[in-house]
C-alpha cells in the first residue's frame, strides 16, 4: 500500500482483516500499553486540513504520535498558502519535502488522489469532499468486527443524509466486499437517498431495501437491525437547493429513548459524528451506543495501523 484514498483499493477481505489484527495489537481491551509509547521513530506526519476536523485530525495526530512519530501541522487552513493562489498540487510537492506521510482532507472529490499523483511521500485520503473516507470505514468496521466477530451475515441500518455522506460510502464499498449483508436505508427524504449499488465494486454483494418516506419507528419494529448507523445533514454540501426543507423531515430518522427498547440487546448505534439532531442525548448512555467510546478508540487503534503499514513496509 503506497497511498491510502479509497476502500477501492482493497478486492477481498484478507488485508482489512490483516489490518484489524495490526491494529489489535497496540491495545488491550481499549488501552494502550505503555511500551508502545516509549518507542520513537523518526518519521513526521503532516496533517493538512482544508475542511474543518476535530476528531479525524486530533485522532491521525495521536494515532502518529502513539506510534512513535512527530507531527507537523497547518493549523488553520485559511492561513495556508491556498489563499495566496497556490494549487494543491503546488503545495503536496511542497510539504512532500517536510513530511514522511501526509494526511489531507479537502472538499473536492478526488482531491486525495490528485495530491498522490505529485506526492513523493504517502498520502491518505482524511476526506474528499462528498467522495470518500475510507479510514473512518476502517474505524466503523473494525469496531463492527469487534462487537459481532464478523463483517457478513449482518442487518445494518444507514440514515440521515446518505447522498452527501462519505463516509456511508466507504462503509457500504467495505462491507460489499465481505457480502451477505442486508441493508436498510433511511434517507432525509428521496432527494437525499443513495443507490448502494452505485458506490459499491461488488453491487451483486449490495441486498437494499431502501424506505424514502418512512420513520425509525417503523423499520425498528420490523427488522432486526444489528447496526444502526446515522449521519448529519451534509449542510455544507448542499450547493444551490436545501435537501432537506422541513423539521418533520429531520426528525424522522431521529433516534432517542423511545426507539431503545425495540433494538436487539446486541445491537449497536453507531455515528461519526459530529452529530447534530439525529441522536437525543439521553441514547448517550445506552450501552448499546458506541460513538464517543468504541469508535473514537477504534480511529487512533486503525489510524495507527494504517499508519505503521505506509511507513514502515
Ligand atoms: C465525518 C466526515 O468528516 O465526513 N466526520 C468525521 O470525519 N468523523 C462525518 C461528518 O462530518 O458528518
Redesign the pocket.
Known amino acids: 500500500m503506497n497511498h491510502f484514498l479509497s476502500i477501492d483499493q482493497f478486492n477481498t477481505p484478507d488485508n482489512i482483516i490483516k489490518l484489524f489484527h495490526k491494529a489489535s495489537s497496540f491495545h488491550v481491551d481499549g488501552v494502550i500499553p505503555d511500551h508502545y509509547k516509549m518507542v520513537r521513530t523518526p518519521y513526521k506526519m503532516a496533517s493538512l486540513f482544508f475542511?474543518p476536523?476535530?476528531?479525524?485530525r486530533l485522532s491521525f495526530e495521536t494515532a502518529m504520535l502513539n506510534i512513535g512519530g512527530s507531527v507537523i501541522t497547518v493549523s488553520d487552513s485559511d492561513q495556508c498558502s491556498g489563499v495566496k493562489g497556490e494549487s494543491l498540487e503546488d503545495a503536496i510537492t511542497t510539504i512532500s519535502n517536510y513530511a514522511d506521510v501526509i494526511v489531507l482532507?479537502h472538499s473536492k472529490i478526488g482531491a486525495a488522489a490528485e495530491a498522490a499523483a505529485v506526492s513523493s511521500v504517502p498520502v491518505i485520503n482524511?476526506?474528499d469532499g462528498a467522495g470518500e473516507?475510507p479510514t473512518?470505514a476502517m474505524l466503523d468496521a473494525y469496531t463492527i468486527y469487534k462487537h459481532f466477530k464478523t463483517l457478513s451475515g449482518l442487518n445494518i441500518l444507514f440514515a440521515g443524509?446518505l447522498m452527501f455522506?462519505?463516509?456511508v460510502k466507504s462503509l457500504v464499498k467495505l462491507l460489499s466486499i465481505f457480502g451477505h449483508n442486508k441493508f436498510h436505508t433511511l434517507p432525509i427524504n428521496e432527494n437525499a437517498g443513495l443507490r448502494l449499488q452505485e458506490v459499491s465494486r461488488f453491487p451483486d454483494n449490495i441486498d437494499q431495501t431502501n424506505y424514502p418516506n418512512s420513520n425509525l419507528q417503523f423499520i425498528l419494529e420490523r427488522e432486526k437491525i444489528d447496526v444502526v448507523y446515522l449521519?448529519?445533514p451534509?449542510r455544507e454540501r448542499w450547493t444551490g437547493k436545501s435537501i432537506a426543507e422541513s423539521q418533520e423531515e429531520l426528525l424522522r430518522y431521529q433516534i432517542s429513548g423511545k426507539h431503545l427498547p425495540l433494538l436487539k440487546p446486541e445491537a449497536i448505534i453507531m455515528h461519526?459524528?459530529?452529530r447534530n439532531h439525529e441522536i437525543c442525548v439521553e441514547v448517550d448512555k445506552d450501552p448499546r451506543a458506541v460513538y464517543f467510546k468504541k469508535q473514537i478508540q477504534a480511529?487512533v487503534f486503525v489510524r495507527m495501523a494504517i499508519l505503521q503499514t505506509l511507513l514502515m513496509s
Open positions: 475542511e476536523s476535530t476528531r479525524t482532507r482524511a476526506g473516507h473512518q443524509d455522506s462519505r463516509t449521519t448529519r451534509q461519526p459524528l459530529p480511529g
